[in-house]
C-alpha cells in the first residue's frame, strides 16, 4: 500500500531537516593563523556564524586548535569536519592560561607575560574579523595576527 504525502508536509519535514542554519551546508575549512609572521601554535580558532537580519539561530559554530605549523583545520559543532557556508565571525584565542608569578610556561611556548601567545582582544572577546565560507569550503581561511613588540628597558 503506498501513501501520497501532501506537498506541504514534505516542504515542512524538509524545512525541519535543514534546522536553524538557513540551508547552510558544512564544507571543508582550513587556514593559517601566523602571529608577527610566524606560525601561532596552539592557538583556538572559532566560527560563528552570522545571521541575516531576522534570522534568531544562524547555525552552530566550527573550532579547531592550531598545529606547530600555525595551520588547523575546523570541526562543526565537534562532530564533523568543516563549517557552515556564509559569514561567520572569527575568534583567535590562546589556548593556554596566563602565567602567574613562580609558574613555568609550557616548554617552547612563546611567552610574553603568559604562558601561550598574547591574542589581542580584537582578535578574540572584542573580535569585529568576519570571514565568508564560501560554498565550495577553501583552505585559504588565513589570519596575520600583528602585535607591537614589547618595549625593553
Not at 506541504?8 to 593559517?32: D, E, F, H, M, N
Request: with cysteine; glycine share 16%.
Amino acid at each position: 500500500m503506498s501513501r501520497v504525502f501532501p506537498a506541504g508536509a514534505v516542504l515542512a519535514v524538509l524545512a525541519l531537516a535543514a534546522g536553524c542554519s538557513g540551508g547552510r551546508k558544512i564544507v571543508p575549512v582550513s587556514g593559517l593563523v601566523t602571529l608577527n609572521g610566524e606560525p601561532c601554535k596552539n592557538v583556538i580558532v572559532t566560527f560563528q556564524p552570522v545571521g541575516e537580519p531576522g534570522e534568531e539561530n544562524p547555525g552552530r559554530g566550527s573550532s579547531a586548535v592550531t598545529g606547530d605549523d600555525g595551520r588547523y583545520t575546523l570541526v562543526y559543532d565537534g562532530e564533523k569536519p568543516g563549517a557552515l557556508t556564509g559569514k561567520h565571525r572569527v575568534r583567535i584565542t590562546p589556548q593556554f592560561g596566563v602565567k602567574k608569578t613562580g609558574q613555568e610556561g609550557p616548554e617552547g611556548s612563546k611567552t610574553t607575560g603568559g604562558w601561550n601567545y598574547l591574542i589581542p582582544p580584537e582578535w578574540n572577546d572584542l573580535s569585529k574579523v568576519d570571514f565568508d565560507v564560501p560554498s565550495g569550503g577553501t583552505d585559504k581561511a588565513d589570519f596575520q595576527i600583528t602585535v607591537p613588540e614589547p618595549k625593553k628597558k
